[in-house]
Each structure stands twice: as C-alpha cells, then as structure tokens.
C-alpha cells in the first residue's frame, strides 16, 4: 500500500492524490477464506466489498479535492464546522484468481471536520461512487450482479 499527495500549485490548496494498494498470494490452492476481497470501502468503493474477490490485488486511486472552507469557525448546536473539501475520485483495479479484468470506479466525496462538545477532533464524510462494470458472482447457484449502480459511504471519526 502507498499514497502521493500533491498540492497543485497557485492554488488555494488544492490537491491531487495517488493511492495504490496491491496483494500477491503464492498458495493459489488456499482456502478461499484467505483470498483478498477488493471491493467496499477500503477497495474499490463502486462496488460490494465481497463482489471483487480472488488471491491477488491490485487497485489504484486518483482523487482530485478542493476546499470549499479553510480556517473557520462556524457554530452549528454541538459542532464547530472548521474545514470542508470536496473530491472527485476515479478508481480502477482488481481481485482475480486466474486472470486481470480493470473494473473501473467514479466517485463524489464531501468532507467536513472540526470540533465537537468539548474540543473533541471530529470528521465526517459523504461519498457516492458507481462501479462502472459489471460484475457478475454465483454463490450456491444463485447468481447476483454489481455494477452500475450507486453506493453510498458516511464516515465518522472521532480523536484523529
């Protein structure tokens, strides 16, 4: 796993990112247990995290982010709202056991963080990514299909 961040220069921070994450099992008769599941939040967001499964990795992440705030300190109840981006994602890789086939993946991203009760460091996160292929898995000959439809993330952390 690595990542590139890179503010884009006479701007008011905005910045591009490079994510790459890849896996490589050498028992290709291990269990299925053991394989690599590339979809869902921590893949390839377009997609189920058990939709894209197989004993080796490899996804790649292009996010482009602008901020809409810096620096300020709007008071909403219990929140004050400090920072706000917005980010545009384009994923593309794959899970596979037998053969490499380039799932590709768009997204929308709203962050907002800043503080909440007492000081307390807090982020949220909207997302919407659709996966751009179609996917297609059986499991016990019953046969389910992914892709092209909407996926929708809310993050929240807390003491970062």
Known sequence: NGEYH??????????FSFDAIAGWMNNTE???????????????KGYPYYSIEGNR????????????????????GWFTLQ?????????????????F??????????????FSFYNFPTAIGLEVHQGQAKVTNTVNDKVYTYGKDNRFYFTLLFGF
Not at 6 to 15: D, F, M, V
Not at 57 to 75: M, N
């Open 101 to 114: 086939d380039l799932k590709p993946s768009l997204g929308f991203q709203w962050r907002f963080n800043g």
């Open 6 to 15: 890179w503010e884009i220069p006479k701007t008011n921070r905005w910045t």
């Open 57 to 76: 990795l490899a996804i790649g992440t292009f996010t482009f982010r602008v901020p809409i705030l810096r620096e300020k300190h709007i008071q909403l």
């Open 83 to 99: 920072n706000s981006i917005i980010g545009f994602i384009a994923q593309g890789g794959d899970a596979w056991s037998d053969s």
């Open 30 to 44: 291990a269990d299925s247990f053991f394989n690599f599941f590339g979809g869902g939040l921590t893949g390839l």
